[in-house]
Nanobody, 117 residues
Framework: QVQLVESGGGLVQAGESLRLSCATN????????MAWYRQAPGKQRESVAT?????????TYADPVKGRFTISIDNAKKMVYLQMNSLKPEDTALYYC?????????WGQGTQVTVSS
């Protein structure tokens, strides 16, 4: 059974940084893609960043976070990270870790990020 556990959320002021972590219960290489999503109150869940787990590790970012957020993986530690810099109030949301394989999508329980102005 796939388990994803997020941590690292919190309350910060605009302009500050946070690093979210996602711990998995097995090798990340069994997934083809890892990703971070977020959902703000009253809005749909949206993709924030993705990373392929194959050699090369191609990444993609949503336009609002390009240049500010960085997704990375450490397979030895079975971890996925989202470094978030220059945070803005509009980044406030519940952030979810996501893993994908041929069978489907898997989700963590989420970690709250709140950015005050």
């Amino acid at each position: 059974q796939v388990q994803l556990v997020e941590s690292g959320g919190g309350l910060v002021q605009a302009g500050e940084s946070l690093r979210l972590s996602c711990a998995t219960n097995g090798s990340i290489l069994r997934f083809n893609t890892m990703a971070w999503y977020r959902q703000a109150p009253g809005k749909q869940r949206e993709s924030v960043a993705t990373i392929r787990t194959t050699i090369g590790g191609t990444t993609t970012y949503a336009d609002p976070v390009k240049g500010r957020f960085t997704i990375s993986i450490d397979n030895a530690k079975k971890m996925v990270y989202l470094q978030m810099n220059s945070l803005k109030p509009e980044d406030t949301a519940l952030y979810y870790c996501n893993a994908r394989d041929l069978l489907g999508f898997y989700w963590g329980q989420g970690t709250q990020v709140t950015v005050s102005s």
